[in-house]
């Protein structure tokens, strides 16, 4: 892991508002609750030995149907609603980073390391993780009402649940895993989660498109003051408006 250049006064830069890190936490918090109850149900020595078995699958459908909720609520958020929309954006600039091998490649720019692919606020694999979540919470609470209401449905169709169900909660637990191990791995990422702010040179390495964006926001609001008014802005690029 990449130790962080040491960090000077004032180069710590808001990334994310304390509603955007409520809505990450407890929908976290609610996913972590739905795996834990499913691996308890699913596997018989650990469910034998944790018993009540009731109580886990309790647990399991109230964490199941409320894991919509947070993002629900986050939607009053201003900065959240514009995260979604970030996070939707899949430009020219994601592609780039996708095909590239080295997309955590840095160049020396004004004695600050910056990464060569132009990222925003979120790179392509931020977003891909994104809308697999959004699309598998949707489909487990869909399949999940059904075995847990199973009475309107044929059999057939409670099979195919089942299995859909099944399948999906062992793809989510190992994309789980996978993100859980790359947050771990970067100490940027994880204080901008816990405090919503994080460094400038974490932001040049991993996101060099949001950074002056943040920083071109500040000179223009600074300027605007100054002169009396904001400069208009121009015609924006993919990255750009990304960030």
Not at 120 to 131: E, I, S, T
Request: aromatic share 8%; with cysteine.
């Amino acid at each position: 892991m990449r130790r962080p250049e040491r960090e000077r006064p004032g180069d710590r830069l808001p990334r994310f508002t304390r509603a955007e890190r409520w809505v990450h936490h407890a929908t976290a918090l609610l996913m972590l609750g739905c795996l834990a109850t499913a691996l308890t149900l699913y596997v018989p020595g650990l469910s034998t030995a944790v018993g009540r078995r009731d109580l886990i699958r309790s647990l399991h459908l109230w964490c199941g149907f409320a894991l919509p909720v947070p993002v629900l609520l986050g939607l009053a958020s201003r900065a959240f609603r514009a995260d979604l929309r970030r996070l939707n954006r899949f430009g020219p600039h994601d592609m780039e980073w996708l095909r590239r091998a080295d997309r955590r490649a840095v160049r020396r720019v004004g004695g600050l390391e910056r990464g060569v692919v132009p990222v925003g606020k979120f790179n392509a694999g931020q977003k891909l993780n994104a809308a697999f979540t959004a699309g598998a919470i949707l489909v487990m609470l869909g399949t999940g009402a059904m075995l847990a209401f199973p009475d309107p449905w044929p059999v057939d169709v409670r099979t195919g649940a089942t299995f859909v169900h099944d399948w999906l909660f062992l793809i989510v637990a190992v994309v789980t895993a996978g993100h859980l191990w790359y947050a771990l791995r970067d100490r940027g990422a994880l204080l901008g989660m816990a405090t919503g702010r994080v460094d400038r040179a974490w932001a040049a390495r991993h996101h060099p498109a949001w950074l002056d964006a943040v920083e071109g926001a500040v000179e223009g609001a600074v300027e605007g003051a100054v002169e009396g008014a904001p400069t208009p802005p121009g015609p924006a690029s993919a990255a750009e408006r990304d960030a």
